[in-house]
């Protein structure tokens, strides 16, 4: 397995760790000791155990971890529900997010003052007034709509979406083992439709530093609109993991939450060789070199 790096901020892949790190560079304003929470968003048609790959990593390395249940009604309401969980935490927080848990974190971010990054870990990042439809119609390549199953009607008429279980790997997990993708097809939380037609408020990436990681492979959310995404929102660093699926979190989990290469982790800010003067600044460092690694 490459990760190609198509952007580079430290000079290693993306990490939540790195991320994590950066804001407790010498002159950040929060304390050195004071490590950030890494706050896990999981996407449709999916749970918390997405992250489940990841969790161990973070917290080996030191990090308190919170993954929220999404309720995955609204985008409002889940983003209100989001930020709830964000603003009962002391300190600083670092905000994840997985597929329509892009769309959360944009908005759940905007009225919290302590979230001080947002990594979209093959995740929707929309603008004002676009809704997750509308931008993964954008580009073609998604086989997210073929595999869905049949709408189920709510008590309140609005429609609520899965995928298809017979389907579920195509377009979510075609690199993970069969044995794992029929439990995410059955342990599957549907969305409502409204959710995922829902229009953006303001975006959260336009004022914070944002972090992109994806898989080639992605067949939800094409390669293409991850990659306009990530431009659009100036991210300071993209990482591609070259045959990873949608869910590039569990079947990648390294090059999401772990320095690459296997050389360790990047939790020890003294490693990086940068100064800033807020959480928010970009690094004055010295130039370091891109690199691809197995």
Known sequence: ???????????????????????????????????????????????????????????????????????????????????????????????????????VITNAALNSKNVRALVYVAAFAPDKGESTFALISKFPGSELGAALAKPITLPDGSLQLSVDPAKFAGPFAADLPMEQVALMAITQRPVTETALKEASGAAAWKTLPSYFVYGAADKSIPPALHDFMAKRAHAREVVVVQGASHVVMLSHPANVADRGGGAGPLSDHRHLRIQVSTPFAAPNCAQLPSRTDT
Do not use: Q
């Open 1 to 103: 397995m490459k990760c190609e790096i198509k952007r580079v901020l430290f000079g290693w892949p993306l990490a939540v760790t790195a991320v994590a790190a950066f804001l407790l560079a010498p002159g950040a304003t929060e304390a050195a000791s004071s490590k950030p929470t890494i706050v896990l968003v999981h996407g449709a048609m999916a749970d918390s155990s997405s992250w489940n790959s990841v969790i161990p990593i973070l917290s080996r390395d030191g990090y308190t971890v919170v993954a929220v249940a999404d309720p995955l009604r609204s985008v409002s309401g889940d983003a209100a529900a989001v930020a709830s969980v964000v603003e009962s935490i002391d300190g600083p927080v670092v905000l994840v997010a997985h597929s329509y848990g892009g769309s």
